[in-house]
Each structure stands twice: as C-alpha cells, then as structure tokens.
C-alpha cells in the first residue's frame, strides 16, 4: 500500500466515485473512473431523477479533506429547518437543529461537475460512454465495452465500485459463492415538479428552509435553488385509490394538485404537463454482503441503496470515502483493507437505511400530529438541559458525524422507548413542563 503507483480502477463517475478518484489520486495512486453514460458536462443528462441532495456534516467532512467545502458551498443553500404547509397553507417552522445548525439543499449536478473536475485536474483518467462487461475477481480485471461495441480488457491493482443502486460490479459478484443480496421497493414513487423564481429572481417561499406539504399517506417537499427556483418531489403511491396509476387525465391531475397544494400549485410552471411528462422513478433498498471480493470492493449506493428520506444517502457515501481513506494508513494490502472496510461499515448502512425508512413515516404522517410536536418539544427540552446526554436522534445522525448511523440508531431506539413511557403521563399537554427531566435522562 506504501507503492504510490498503484493502478485502481472506479467504476462509477456519480459523487461518490468521483470523490473517491480524488482521495486516491491525492495519494498519488494512477486512478481510471469507467462510467456507463455520456460525460454529464457536455451532454444534459435525463431530467426528473435528480432529487436536490441535502449535503450536512457527514459529506461535508470528507468535502474538506479534500479541499472542496469553499467551492462547494458557493452554490449551496442553507436550510434551517423544515416549513410545514398545511391543506390551508398555514405555515409551522420546526428547526433542525439548535441556532447555526443547518443542513444544505445543493444541485447533484452541479456538485458532480465540481467533483470531476477536481478529479481530472489531480490526473485521474475518466472514460465515458464505457460499459462493464464482466469482471473477474480473481485477477483483478475488468472488460469494458466502448461506444463502438469492441470489449478491452485491464487488469488493475485494485477495483472500486461506485457504480450506484444497480451496479454492474454488484451483479456480478451476486453470481459469485454465498453472496447475500436484497432489495426491496417502498410503495411509494417520485416525480419532479418545479417553482420557478420569481421577478428578479427572488423565491417565492422562504429560501432558508426545507418546505413539507404532508399529507399522511403521501407528501409533496421543495428544496431551493441558487437561481430562486425550488425543485419539487411528489412522493405518491404508484398504486390505489389515489395513485400514479389513478392519475390520469390533465383535469384529475389539476385538481388533485389543486386541491391538496394550493399554495404550492399556484406557484408552480406547468405542474399539470410535467407531472404528465416527467418519469416517475422508484424508491429502493439494497442491502448485501460481503461488499468486497478479493480485491474489488462495493461502496456507496452500490453497497447500501436506500431511500432518500432522511437526506443522508449522499453524505453516507462520501461517509464511505473519508473512512476508506482513514483505513488505508492501517493497512498493508487492499484484501485486508476491504474486508476491515466492510466489517465496520456494514452495520452503518444497514442503520442509516432502516432510519431512512423510519423517517419517511414521521415526513408524511407525524410532522403536522400534535402529540408528536409535544413530544419533540420534551426532547428539545432534554436536550438542552443535558446536552451531552439526551442528543435528539435527528441532531445524531446529521450533525455529529462524531457519531457513527449504527449508534445513532441503537441510542435512538432507547430513547424512543423512554419518551413512548413519557407521553403516557396524565395530562402531558399541560404538565409537561413540570416533568422531572434529570429522571428521563437518568433512564438511558
């Protein structure tokens, strides 16, 4: 691991791979990033699949290991906490965290492009239009197959990856001896709407926030953009009473939108045709393991796909990247260093994803219940009174990359139990002020 002419290979040139390219070129390592589609800079890639990204302290972290978070942060947005728009659009703020916690609402796009070119400015070689073929694990190699369909085969020291939800380089380690491997899709699919700036380019909602419009077995969110835009996502059934597959006609589409996002609907361009035009996409979890075989390893989405719901599906993948790179100074070869790699993130992934799925329930369901804006006002109350011992679960897992998903999940967990008991009390509405708040915190 000492040689600083390793030859590695990434597949994948999203945001993790690319990031990774930069970590190992800083190193001095000969890196090659193969990705299947046009490179992004030159050709506008589908819209409609982007989901504005909520970049916090875990990505952020790894951003300014490697000398990005000024350049990033020129195009991102800070996001205080969330607004909530009821069926009226009365307006509820719930921030995130204590005073100048934030997290930040940023293009995939854009900070792709930042990425790559970084990347290619430290020398790493990106190779576009270029499909994996098949791998072979055992000499290290890839076959990759060029626009003009001729296949090239190249054997590298070591194989990352990065190649996202549906890897290639997943699929074919699924063929290999007592590979475990699920995914499972939520009910539930998205499609892009969007909010155009308004004169002058000012928004037309309160830039400084995530905007909710929960409505229980659904909800539509708004992330800002640095032009005033916001970029809209319906989260919907694709199937029932009221679905995508209900929704047909532009006059049942208008009134849906109408009637359960007026204040939303009324600022919206051509919500109606885009939502008849835009794709809908589909929401997945993938879990397998081992993630590495020999010296090929899976990180990011292509080891831990999860849904988007509590925004740390970026930030867990560059999560990836930092303790990737904090393990190679320990390590003397890359078999070694993967499988010590997957052995301390695997319990990561799998909690940072059943949180996601956890906190989708409280997005859609919970953020507009009474009880349980009384129950994060106790907590808020805790956690000021005894700030090192009762951290809200959501201050753990955005704003403490000093903790790692799986403990945040653990503690969490004892936590809810706690608070379950507490909103039990009589009368908790009005005498939750005079609860005896050292022995709550004393439980855990």
């Known amino acids: 691991m000492a040689d600083k002419k390793q030859h590695i290979a990434i597949t994948g040139a999203g945001l993790v791979g690319s990031l990774m390219a930069i970590y190992l070129a800083q190193r001095g390592h000969r890196v090659f990033v193969f990705e299947r589609r046009p490179d992004m800079r030159k050709h506008l890639l589908d819209g409609g699949r982007s989901i504005n990204l909520a970049l916090s302290n875990r990505g952020l972290r790894a951003l300014d290991e490697v000398g990005l978070t000024a350049e990033v942060k020129q195009n ?25 916690q934030f997290i930040n609402s940023i293009s995939r796009s854009n900070l792709n492009v930042v990425l790559i070119d970084k990347a290619e400015s430290l020398g790493v070689n990106f190779n576009f239009d270029q499909k994996l073929n098949s791998v072979d694990f055992d000499l290290t190699s890839l076959a990759i197959q060029n626009r003009e369909a001729e296949i090239q085969h190249h054997t590298f020291d070591a194989i ?49 926030a995530l905007h909710i419009w929960p409505r229980e077995s659904y909800m539509l969110i708004a992330l800002p953009n640095p032009d005033g835009s916001f970029t809209c996502t319906l989260f919907f059934p694709f199937e029932g009473p009221l679905s995508f597959n209900t929704l047909k006609t532009k006059i049942q589409i208008e009134e849906f939108l109408k009637q359960n996002f007026p204040d939303a ?75 010590r ?37 106790i907590e808020a109350k805790l956690n000021s009174l005894f700030p090192e011992k009762w951290i809200p679960l959501y201050t753990m897992v955005t704003f403490r990359e000093d903790i790692r998903y799986s403990e945040a999940l653990a503690l969490g967990r004892r936590q809810k139990r706690i608070m379950d008991d507490v909103m039990q009390t009589n009368d908790i509405e009005n005498t939750w002020e005079y609860l005896n708040f050292e022995a709550i915190v004393n439980k855990l």
């Not at 600022?267 to 075989?293: E, G, I, Q």
């Not at 994803?353 to 994060?376: G, Y």
């Open 160 to 208: 990352i990856g990065a190649d996202g939800a549906f890897s290639a380089i997943r699929g074919a380690m699924q063929s290999t001896d007592r590979f475990d491997y699920s995914q499972d899709y939520v009910a539930h699919g998205y499609k892009e709407l969007h909010i155009p700036p308004g004169k002058e380019g000012i928004f037309q909602l309160e830039k400084n």
């Open 76 to 100: 991102a947005i800070p996001m205080n906490g969330r607004i909530m728009h009821d069926p009226h659009g009365s307006l509820t703020f719930q921030p995130y965290g204590k005073e100048g």
């Open 265 to 339: 609907y009324n600022l919206m361009a051509d919500p109606v045709d885009l939502f008849m035009n835009v794709p809908t996409s589909s929401l997945v979890t993938v879990k397998c393991y081992p993630w590495s075989k020999n010296k090929t390893l899976l990180i990011g989405d292509a080891a831990h796909a999860m849904v988007p719901f509590y925004g740390q599906g970026m930030n867990a993948g560059f999560e990836d990247c930092y303790v990737l790179n904090q393990l190679i100074d320990q390590s003397t070869d890359w078999v070694g260093l993967f499988q």
């Open 341 to 377: 790699f997957q052995e301390l993130r695997k319990p990561d992934g799998d909690a940072i994803a059943q949180l996601a799925l956890d906190n989708f329930i409280e997005m859609r369901d919970l953020v507009a219940d009474s009880k349980f804006l009384l129950r994060k006002k």
